[in-house]
């Protein structure tokens, strides 16, 4: 039934014998039985970022930033699939037992495709980053793994928060975020245009934030001119959750809740996740809403759940059983895309370790033994966590190595509930630290730090950060081991840029999922290559940046940052050595010949960057084009990079997307500009056009 048209009457049948109250019930999050029409309740209301989530035992993949920093379009449709498979399997499980609560439902509420593009943003490592293409590419393909190929939707996936939202926290449900057309069109909305005409996707979520004035959730702008009849968008639009009743209580472009039910309902959002569509029937006894508009909206929704075989008892997904959750072969697909996603930043040649030399390691700090430290939010539960410590622990007792293990520190000094000092660790880790060969600090941040304000799933009502820095106990921690260690590798657990100093090597591990500690104590031993690449920059400071609550582009992400970056975008060093040695562009891809110069095998990620002739180009090379391919030391291989249909054109200032034919494309393994050729030693090859 992916056949929109007969899902569409199909569901105009269902509706057309529903009552003017029924239909309006049929608008809400927590959609209630129709027991006359066979209509059972449904929980619209469901979460996969990066496995089935808050809804038991599920699959934890790396969070959505470390997803990212993967590269890797294949290996992101793949986890969509296996995500899909898993909320078939609980779906299947949890209805035929009566449970068709909040998280149980086949439409997710995923993926964060919002541009990352404050380092600030509490929310950031929900998405994929800062980039447009890059958010673009990932986005569609895990769209693509969520809603499947088959006669019937696995899941309906949705892109959101629709637009430009990227904070502050603290402000969304009163903040306007003025966005110039030329800013909206060329950073802010290209993910969102991509995943509904090229993914296919069949819902979209709005923000909470008004937009140039509107509210993002009845923005006619959005949401009528631009989705639907710009872009054609057949599927159903949802607010996110509570956010119409902002309209009146915070936005104040409305004076009650009957008001922002019509003003939603009239600018095309079909699903209310909230309660201010309970005043539906007093907004049309007040002459506000039709029912027409009613009865539209409900179509589209029961169109969903039409497209998802829900009426349909012979569904091809029915039989998927319970056994396809947390099996071993997505266990071993959630390491391998660990071990993908983590970057090495930094390295003086301390790594990888020689198990066969290392006799004593130290494993020290607040995330070492952390399970929130894997997680991220937006999480499930797994059942097979492997933390930093015990992934290490268990490769060191195969080889003979003694681990010593300290806290260390507190994440950070108002997580001690009174029954300890922030730094009363420190001693201990001082004197593991000068007893090892070896000393990994695991340090950062975790989902309690840096969030969503007012999350469910947050306890500490979290929100945004204010500086690059990790908390001051792990500052004074890191300070203390780099003057006691013999060697220190700094592991960060984090889901946005920090400026993290110390150590004699460096790895970024994210949030990577339920086998982070495996995959962290594979890198660290050689028996895995790191080969991420950060999908956003790395600044200095917080100070080279614009202020938080401006949404102009300029001096914002690596394509418009006019200051040093700590790291680049798209920068991640490996265990061997890799070069282009000849590329050549022809008709919309750029064939590249690569080669592994080292002396093992690992994973190159070709970057192509274009940058046009134009004034109205963005200031630096932007990404059109990346591909990740493994290679073994001392082989060369022809590859072909598909380019972003829209390299060859820039943006004006109305917002219109024009030609420019003549320009220049870089291709490398890293952006194309003096840090990466510093950092790298790899400058890449240019193509003028």
């Not at 306007?176 to 991509?194: C, G, H, I, N, Q």
């Not at 100070?543 to 914002?556: S, V």
């Not at 090379?621 to 972003?644: N, Q, Y």
Request: hydrophobic residues 40%; proline residues 4%; negative net charge.
């Amino acid at each position: 039934m992916r056949d929109r048209e007969a899902a569409r009457k199909q569901a105009e049948e269902l509706v057309s014998r529903m009552t003017l109250e029924e239909k309006a019930s049929q608008l809400r999050y927590d959609a209630p039985a129709i027991p006359r029409l066979g209509i059972p309740a449904y929980n619209w209301w469901n979460e996969a970022l990066h496995g089935v989530a808050r809804a038991g035992t599920a699959t934890v993949f790396p969070q959505a930033i470390g997803l990212a920093a993967m590269f890797d379009e294949e290996a992101q449709q793949e986890i969509g699939q296996v995500i899909a498979e898993e909320a078939r399997a609980k779906y299947n499980g949890q209805s035929r037992n009566g449970d068709r609560d909040i998280y149980k439902g086949l439409t997710v509420w995923s993926p964060n495709i919002n541009i990352f593009r404050d380092p600030r943003w509490g929310r950031g490592h929900e998405t994929y980053g800062e980039d447009p293409y890059l958010t673009s590419r990932l986005g569609v393909r895990f769209i693509q793994g969520l809603q499947g190929d088959g006669q019937y939707l696995k899941t309906a996936a949705c892109s959101k928060h629709f637009a430009v939202h990227s904070g502050p926290e603290a402000l969304r449900h009163s903040f306007d975020a003025v966005a110039s057309r030329k800013d909206m069109f060329e950073t802010y909305l290209p993910a969102f245009e991509a995943t509904v005409k090229e993914g296919g996707v069949e819902s979209v979520m709005g923000a909470y934030n008004r937009v140039n004035g509107e509210p993002a959730c009845g923005s006619r702008t959005l949401l009528k001119d631009i989705l639907r009849d710009g872009w054609g968008f057949q599927g159903h639009v949802v607010s996110d959750c509570w956010a119409i009743r902002d309209f009146h209580a915070n936005h104040h472009v409305t004076g009650t809740a009957p008001e922002s039910a019509a003003l939603t309902i009239q600018n095309g959002c079909d699903l209310n996740c909230g309660n201010t569509y309970l005043h539906l029937m007093q907004a049309l006894q007040e002459g506000l809403v039709s029912e027409e508009e009613i009865t539209r909206a409900c179509v589209r929704l029961m169109t969903t759940r039409v497209l998802l075989g829900l009426f349909d008892e012979n569904c091809e997904y029915n039989a998927i059983p319970v056994t396809a959750v947390d099996t071993d072969e997505h266990a071993a697909l959630a390491q391998r895309a660990a071990e993908k996603s983590m970057v090495l930043l930094k390295n003086d040649g301390t790594l990888p370790l020689d198990a066969s030399k290392v006799r004593t390691i130290a494993v020290i700090g607040p995330n070492a033994d952390s399970i929130p430290a894997l997680e991220g939010n937006y999480n499930g539960t797994s059942s097979r966590y492997v933390t930093f410590l015990e992934g290490i622990r268990a490769y060191a007792k195969e080889h003979g190595i003694r681990v010593l293990y300290s806290l260390g520190s507190h994440l950070f000094k108002d997580r001690t509930s009174g029954l300890a000092q922030a730094d009363d660790r420190l001693a201990e880790a001082a004197m593991y630290a000068e007893a090892a060969d070896v000393t990994v600090a695991c340090v950062g941040l975790d989902a309690g730090l840096e969030g969503e304000e007012g999350d469910t799933g947050n306890e500490y009502f979290s929100g945004d950060k204010k500086d690059l820095l990790i908390p001051e106990s792990q500052r004074k921690l890191l300070a203390l081991l780099s003057e006691k260690a013999k060697k220190l590798v700094t592991v960060v657990a984090a889901g946005s840029s920090l400026n993290v100093p110390e150590g004699n090597a460096e790895i970024f591990a994210w949030y990577p999922g339920q086998a982070g500690g495996a995959a962290l104590a594979r890198i660290l031993f050689g028996e895995a290559n790191p080969g991420g690449k950060l999908p956003l920059t790395f600044y200095q400071d917080v100070a080279d940046l614009p202020a938080f609550e401006n949404y102009e582009m300029k001096n914002r992400t690596y394509r418009y940052f006019e200051g040093t970056a700590l790291y680049p975008f798209g920068y991640g060093l490996s265990y061997t050595e890799f070069e282009v040695a000849e590329a050549a562009a022809e008709d919309g891809r750029v064939k590249v010949r690569v080669r592994n110069t080292g002396s093992r095998e690992g994973d190159a990620v070709v970057q192509v960057y274009v940058r046009c002739d134009s004034p109205l180009a963005p200031l630096h090379p932007r990404l059109c084009g990346f591909r990740r391919v493994t290679l073994a030391a001392g082989e060369e291989r022809e590859i072909t990079v598909k380019l972003d249909p829209l390299t060859w054109t820039v943006v004006d200032e109305e917002g219109n997307r024009q030609p420019e034919a003549h320009g220049t494309l870089f291709v490398g393994l890293n952006q194309p500009d003096d840090r990466s050729v510093e950092l790298t030693g790899n400058r890449p090859l240019e193509i003028a056009l």
